[in-house]
């Protein structure tokens, strides 16, 4: 079974900090792409970062572009967000997911859906 466990988000003022993190467990996680993804309220779901299945290439929104880094550890099965210089529009719920290719990824067709995390921030 696909498992995917969001955490690490909460509430920050404008330019703090959070770590997300993703446990994933049910496939093979080392030959998948990863990414993040936002949902805002009132707002479809959109793709915040995506990292190859090596690691050796990361993508980001242009929103968070410099401010968010987005990291893997294959050993650990657990992909990370760091985000910095948060900011309000960046409040959503934040989710993880993956898939082999990385456009695909990117356009929002994914393995399946944790809960996701709440990141709120305020000004």
């Known amino acids: 079974q696909v498992t995917l466990v969001e955490s690490g988000g909460g509430a920050v003022q404008a330019g703090g900090s959070l770590s997300l993190s993703c446990a994933a467990s049910?496939?093979?996680?080392?030959?998948?792409?990863m990414g993040w993804f936002r949902q805002a309220p009132g707002r479809e779901r959109e793709y915040v970062a995506g990292i190859s299945w090596n690691g050796g290439v990361t993508e980001y929104a242009d929103s968070v572009k410099g401010r968010f880094t987005i990291s893997r550890d294959n050993a650990k099965n657990t992909v990370t967000l760091q985000m910095n210089s948060l900011k309000p529009e960046d409040t959503a719920v934040y989710y993880c997911?993956?898939?082999?290719?990385?456009?695909?990824?990117?356009?929002?067709?994914?393995?399946?859906w944790g809960r996701g995390t709440q990141v709120t921030v305020s000004s």
């Open positions: 997911s993956g898939d082999p290719n990385m456009a695909v990824l990117a356009g929002g067709v994914a393995l399946t």
């Open positions: 049910g496939f093979a996680f080392s030959r998948y792409c």
